[in-house]
């Protein structure tokens, strides 16, 4: 019997009260087909219903890619636990999912991915549930929100703390999924999975074998069917007899807005002179800023924002592969890409499924963490998790909060105030107007980050702006590096409220770093 169905046949099999986990990470591997025939099959019948869903990475964009839009209905979607959700400008409409969210509509969670991947394999495995002090203090605490982004969900807690061993632990107790969604390139007659064409794996193959190891049903989205024993063993991913049925798209989208770049892939290697070098501005000085914290030989991790701007510097400067770079979707070494492609990396060595990328993530056995904040508190902790006013500008805590809770070093980048009218003059940078609010605040809306956790760890932290960078001093944020230009009083000290103060040795940056020049890395 052949497993190739059409997208509603497969839509058909999904039962009211499924438990479904999805690969994908915004519109990178997104099975958008089968989704959309789940939702036409809701609109036409009223089934399936009161589905729970799994997204250890987001599903779908704002972009042309709609993932979980497609299924955001009212009867349809019961619960849903997400590592990040759809996000974009405030010029576009509000996903329906994000709707839902606000609205209370639906029981939804933001977990940290690497917890959803370590759910699914403990799942798999039978065993009672993840143990972990990934999120301890951050909103992941159940002593917080407990990863509960609204009424409904906190009313259904899925994380409790414990002692064990004299010591303190998140538990999350398993939520087993029956269906899972992958998708991939192509796939033989029997279901064997291969992802020629794909910017990462993700965790489709460790999803499949948790749905299949408790009986469930797994349906594989791909742009192409080949004959079975045509396929490569090395080649593939995902076996066969993990996958029950099989639906083609052959239009399914690489990632964002990109129908098929081969470099995305490995099958092709870009020149270095090829790629885009940051535009010349304040992020980019803070970029460069947040590069001299890198050595030749380091491995580093790198997140969305300002802070994916740093191996362009590296780039600019004629050091392309002379630090290793690591992101969550699974691609290592090469150049991360920015923009619409952010998540996949042109030129990468290899791509590592995302559940191993995240064991070596919280192990933290890699050297340094740039990663980008939305405000920063008087303790130290950052918020990238959430936006109350627009709560739809921000993914979630996406990895986030997984690669803080082991990294040794953490460089966050991000503006010192909103909407300043800041310009760059041969003396340095100069305030010309003040901003609407400044980024230092009292205390945070959402605790991504822990400061307390971070000074009990040890942990080595600095925060970079376009006035300074800080560290956490005994009473608060204290400014050790001043950017040439800046008054510490007016632009740092007044302009935060008093809540960074500015350490009697501070220094001046070099003037160098305002060059539009290449920045000199590495001599």
């Given at each position: 019997?052949?497993?190739?169905?059409?997208?509603?046949?497969?839509?058909?099999?999904?039962?009211?009260?499924?438990?479904?986990?999805?690969?994908?990470?915004?519109?990178?591997?997104?099975?958008?087909?089968?989704?959309?025939?789940?939702?036409?099959?809701?609109?036409?019948?009223?089934?399936?219903?009161?589905?729970?869903?799994?997204?250890?990475?987001?599903?779908?964009?704002?972009?042309?890619?709609?993932?979980?839009?497609?299924?955001?209905?009212?009867?349809?979607?019961?619960?849903?636990?997400?590592?990040?959700?759809?996000?974009?400008?405030?010029?576009?409409?509000?996903?329906?999912?994000?709707?839902?969210?606000?609205?209370?509509?639906?029981?939804?969670?933001?977990?940290?991915?690497?917890?959803?991947?370590?759910?699914?394999?403990?799942?798999?495995?039978?065993?009672?549930?993840?143990?972990?002090?990934?999120?301890?203090?951050?909103?992941?605490?159940?002593?917080?929100?407990?990863?509960?982004?609204?009424?409904?969900?906190?009313?259904?807690?899925?994380?409790?703390?414990?002692?064990?061993?004299?010591?303190?632990?998140?538990?999350?107790?398993?939520?087993?999924?029956?269906?899972?969604?992958?998708?991939?390139?192509?796939?033989?007659?029997?279901?064997?999975?291969?992802?020629?064409?794909?910017?990462?794996?993700?965790?489709?193959?460790?999803?499949?074998?948790?749905?299949?190891?408790?009986?469930?049903?797994?349906?594989?989205?791909?742009?192409?069917?080949?004959?079975?024993?045509?396929?490569?063993?090395?080649?593939?991913?995902?076996?066969?007899?993990?996958?029950?049925?099989?639906?083609?798209?052959?239009?399914?989208?690489?990632?964002?807005?990109?129908?098929?770049?081969?470099?995305?892939?490995?099958?092709?290697?870009?020149?270095?002179?090829?790629?885009?070098?940051?535009?010349?501005?304040?992020?980019?000085?803070?970029?460069?800023?947040?590069?001299?914290?890198?050595?030749?030989?380091?491995?580093?991790?790198?997140?969305?924002?300002?802070?994916?701007?740093?191996?362009?510097?590296?780039?600019?400067?004629?050091?392309?592969?002379?630090?290793?770079?690591?992101?969550?979707?699974?691609?290592?070494?090469?150049?991360?890409?920015?923009?619409?492609?952010?998540?996949?990396?042109?030129?990468?060595?290899?791509?590592?499924?995302?559940?191993?990328?995240?064991?070596?993530?919280?192990?933290?056995?890699?050297?340094?963490?740039?990663?980008?904040?939305?405000?920063?508190?008087?303790?130290?902790?950052?918020?990238?998790?959430?936006?109350?006013?627009?709560?739809?500008l921000t993914a979630g805590c996406g990895g986030f909060v997984d690669i803080t809770s082991g990294a040794k070093k953490i460089v966050f980048s991000g503006w010192f105030e909103a909407g300043a009218q800041i310009e760059l003059t041969s003396e340095g940078i100069n305030v010309a107007a003040p901003g609407k609010f400044t980024k230092m605040v009292e205390t945070v809306e959402h605790v991504t980050f822990s400061g307390k956790r971070a000074r009990e760890l040890g942990q080595d932290v600095i925060y970079i702006t376009e006035r300074c960078v800080m560290r956490m001093g005994e009473t608060g944020l204290v400014a050790t590096e001043i950017?040439?230009?800046?008054?510490?009083?007016?632009?740092?000290?007044?302009?935060?409220?008093?809540?960074?103060?500015?350490?009697?040795?501070?220094?001046?940056?070099?003037?160098?770093?305002?060059?539009?020049?290449?920045m000199g890395w590495g001599q």
């Open positions: 019997m052949s497993k190739i169905v059409s997208p509603q046949m497969a839509a058909s099999r999904i039962q009211d009260g499924a438990v479904v986990t999805v690969s994908s990470s915004s519109a990178l591997g997104c099975p958008d087909l089968v989704l959309k025939a789940i939702g036409d099959r809701f609109d036409a019948e009223g089934h399936p219903r009161s589905l729970t869903t799994i997204h250890p990475i987001a599903a779908g964009d704002m972009y042309g890619v709609k993932g979980v839009d497609h299924i955001a209905k009212d009867g349809l979607l019961a619960r849903i636990l997400g590592g990040s959700y759809p996000s974009g400008p405030s010029s576009k409409p509000m996903p329906e999912i994000w709707k839902m969210v606000v609205e209370n509509r639906v029981a939804a969670y933001n977990v940290p991915s690497g917890i959803l991947f370590d759910m699914t394999r403990e799942a798999a495995a039978n065993r009672p549930g993840v143990l972990t002090k990934v999120g301890l203090h951050t909103f992941v605490d159940p002593q917080r929100e407990g990863c509960a982004m609204n009424d409904k969900a906190a009313a259904a807690p899925i994380v409790r703390r414990l002692d064990f061993e004299n010591d303190m632990w998140l538990h999350f107790p398993n939520i087993v999924p029956n269906v899972a969604i992958l998708r991939a390139t192509t796939a033989d007659e029997h279901g064997n999975l291969t992802y020629e064409h794909e910017g990462a794996y993700l965790g489709g193959l460790e999803q499949a074998i948790c749905v299949r190891n408790h009986g469930g049903l797994i349906i594989a989205q791909v742009s192409r069917v080949t004959k079975r024993g045509s396929l490569r063993p090395h080649d593939v991913r995902v076996p066969g007899h993990l996958v029950d049925l099989i639906v083609i798209d052959p239009d399914q989208k690489q990632t964002c807005e990109t129908p098929y770049d081969p470099a995305i892939s490995g099958q092709v290697l870009r020149p270095w002179d090829s790629f885009a070098l940051a535009e010349y501005g304040i992020e980019k000085i803070i970029a460069r800023r947040a590069a001299m914290e890198l050595r030749p030989g380091m491995a580093a991790n790198l997140g969305f924002g300002i802070s994916a701007m740093v191996p362009r510097i590296l780039l600019e400067a004629g050091h392309s592969e002379a630090v290793t770079w690591a992101v969550e979707q699974g691609a290592v070494g090469g150049i991360p890409l920015t923009g619409f492609a952010f998540g996949c990396a042109s030129n990468a060595d290899a791509f590592v499924p995302s559940p191993q990328q995240f064991i070596y993530f919280q192990g933290g056995g890699f050297d340094v963490s740039f990663l980008s904040f939305l405000e920063v508190d008087v303790e130290g902790n950052v918020n990238v998790s959430k936006l109350g006013k627009k709560p739809y950017m040439p230009g800046i008054d510490p009083e007016r632009d740092i000290v007044n302009a935060s409220g008093g809540r960074v103060s500015v350490a009697p040795d501070a220094i001046t940056l070099p003037i160098s770093l305002l060059s539009q020049e290449p």
